[in-house]
């Protein structure tokens, strides 16, 4: 049996324009943290936290163009993982 070649090739601007969304995406959440939102702000920065992870295991991490199952698995993993943080953070506002 031969085994497939798994290979695929990103363009450099790809890589240019996910790394400038970080960048962007850090500075704001940077700005964030200065605005006054009350409970929010820490929700606010968690969300972009959120994004910019997904930018990297998608584009840098080279999910996007794997196999779908491991792309689930991850999904699954940040679903069960926001559950756990909303929960926590519902506690803590309404305790």
Request: net charge positive.
């Amino acid at each position: 049996m031969e085994k497939e070649a798994h290979t695929h090739i990103v363009k450099y601007s790809t890589y240019i324009y996910v790394l400038i969304a970080l960048l962007f995406m850090t500075f704001l959440s940077v700005a964030v943290t200065g605005i006054e939102l009350g409970p929010y702000t820490v929700s606010a920065a968690l969300l972009l936290a959120s994004i910019k992870s997904i930018l990297v295991l998608l584009i840098f991490m080279h999910l996007k163009f794997d196999k779908k199952f491991y792309g689930i698995m991850v999904a699954s993993v940040f679903i069960l993982l926001a559950c756990v943080i909303i929960v926590t953070f519902l506690d803590y506002l309404y305790r």
